[in-house]
Structures are given as C-alpha cells and as structure tokens.
C-alpha cells in the first residue's frame, strides 16, 4: 500500500505562481513513476505531469512552459511548480504513484485561480 498526501493548493490571482507538494508513505518499492492530474468541475480527470524514476518527464500540452514537475526521493516528496497559472487551470489536482499494476491517488488538494 502507498498513501499520498498533498499540500500546497489555494487561492491565487491569474498570472500567479503555486508549488504543490506531494510526499508519499509505505511501500514505496512499488512506485515506478509519479505525477499529477487535475479535474475541473464536470470533466474527466486529465493528466499534468508525470516524472518517473529514471528521472524523465513529460507535460500535458497546457502545462508546458509553466508548470514544472520535480522530484526528491531522498524525502518520497514529488512538487509541481506552477507558473502564469490561468483561470482554466481552476481544478482538483490529485497526485499519483504509479506502480507495476496498480495506481494510488492522493486525496487532492484545490487549485483556484482568479480572473
């Protein structure tokens, strides 16, 4: 079993900057890759960023160029990096640890930007 728990969510004004947090706990042996998803009210829950072991990454298009995906194994903890956040960017963003078969969420933490 792997528990997720995120901080780091809020309140911000459009063309502000939040940095998400999410340390994970247990068996950590089975996590392959992190990352994180958001979902915005009424829609499916879409990926943002994704990092794996290995250390390579990969961005939804709308995150590209300000939103940046890092990880410290040293602490279990991986961090979004959010820039120039956009009233669109208003969502749930749940964190993820990919294992072999199985993918544990976190709880989600919300994301609320403001025009």
């Known amino acids: 079993q792997v528990t997720l728990v995120e901080s780091g969510g809020g309140l911000v004004q459009a063309g502000g900057s939040l940095r998400l947090s999410c340390v994970a706990s247990?068996?950590?042996?089975?996590?392959?890759?992190m990352g994180w998803s958001r979902q915005a009210p009424g829609k499916q829950r879409t990926l943002v960023a994704v990092?794996?072991?290995?250390?390579?990454?990969n961005y939804a298009e709308s995150a590209k160029g300000r939103f940046t995906i890092s990880r410290d194994n040293a602490e279990n903890t991986v961090y979004l990096q959010m820039n120039s956040l956009k009233p669109e960017d208003t969502a749930v963003y749940y964190c993820?640890?990919?294992?072999?078969?199985?993918?544990?969420w976190g709880q989600g933490t919300q994301v609320t930007v403001s025009s």
């Open positions: 993820a640890a990919y294992g072999s078969t199985y993918t544990y």
């Open positions: 247990g068996d950590i042996f089975k996590i392959n890759a």
């Open positions: 990092t794996t072991n290995g250390g390579s990454t």
